[in-house]
Each structure stands twice: as C-alpha cells, then as structure tokens.
C-alpha cells in the first residue's frame, strides 16, 4: 500500500512537472533563477606596477639599502553574488602576500596600505583604501599572509550588466615608491 501511494505521488509530481514545463512562466521562472547563479563577477587582477611595496626608513633617502621591508601581492581568489533584487555585486578578494626584510631583525608590527578598484568601460567608478597589519617575530625574515576583503558591494548600472565591471589591486604607493619599483624592475612577471 505505501508503495502504490509512493508511486501515484511520484506519478502526480511528473505530471504536474510536465505540464508546467510547456508554461512561458515557468521558463521564465527557471531561467530567473538559473541566472542568479550564474558566473556574474566582476574579473580581478593584481595591478603589475603596484604589486609590490618597498617600505622605506623614513630617515633615509629611497634606496635599496634603506628598504625596511618588501610586500608583494603574489595572487588571489575572488568570489561573489549576484542580486537581482537590488541590482548589484557583493564580492569577496582573498588575497595572498609574501613580506620580507632582512634576518635578524627585531620584533615589529606594521601596516600597509592597499587598494580595491572598480572599473567599468576604462574608468574607475569605485576605489576603496584597506589596512593590511602584520608582525614580524624577532629575527623573522619572511611571512606568509592571507587577508580577506569580505563584501565588496558594486552597484550595477541600469545600461550594464554585471560581468562589464572589473576589480583592480594593488598596494597604495607613493610617488617614491612607484618610481623605485620602476628602476628596479619589481614587477609581476
């Protein structure tokens, strides 16, 4: 008895999924939601010329042997969703850094400066500035550090669509600092 009424529900269900799978509606209803999920984001890339920061002392002059520290921004993973309801993008950057200074030093804590861009048709439309802190132990030379930028809200255009907006990264430097790293070629290959 259990076993008819399994299969008359069952029977029912696919009924109904056929004749519902002819309805405009339906199609729409399907495609709706197909659409929420999928790929949407936005594309992201470290910036090559501001991918690396050279720390300077800021007693001395810019140069390479008055370098504190060097961050570089070595990759990233990104994600997001998609809203219809409210027509925006609300991304994640997970992003990953390498720090290094020379051995031997005392312990230290530091923070540095990076950027989230967001660019549509060649323009920026948004530019966010975010603190990435760490510490060096003592006599440590080099770290590994992940950090996540949750929630990077993009409101989508009513002319756009949400893949047309791209995220540029990168760290926030200086005249000083862009001219270093042009001389000394650090750049991401």
Request: proline letters at 5%; charged letters at 20%.
């Amino acid at each position: 008895m259990k076993r008819t009424q399994l299969a008359l529900n069952l029977a029912a269900l696919i009924a109904a999924a056929v004749s519902l799978s002819g309805c405009d509606t339906w199609r729409s209803a399907v495609n709706y939601i197909r659409s929420d999920s999928a790929t949407v984001c936005p594309d992201v890339s470290i910036l090559a010329n501001t991918a690396v920061i050279p720390a300077f002392d800021p007693r001395a002059g810019a140069d390479p042997s008055n370098v504190v520290y060097t961050a570089q921004l070595m990759g990233l993973k990104s994600r997001c969703d998609f809203s219809k309801k409210d027509n925006q993008i609300d991304a994640n950057v997970h992003l990953f850094i390498k720090v290094s200074r020379a051995p031997g030093g005392e312990a230290a804590h530091y923070k540095v400066p990076y950027y989230i861009a967001v660019t549509s048709a060649g323009e920026i439309v948004d530019k966010q500035i975010h603190w990435l802190e760490f510490d060096f132990p003592k006599a440590s030379a080099n770290l590994k550090l992940d950090e996540l930028v949750d929630s990077v809200i993009i409101p989508v255009a009513r002319d756009k669509k949400s893949y047309e907006y791209h995220m540029l990264i990168g760290f926030q430097l200086t005249q000083t600092q862009l001219d270093y790293n042009k001389k000394m070629g650090q750049y991401l290959p």
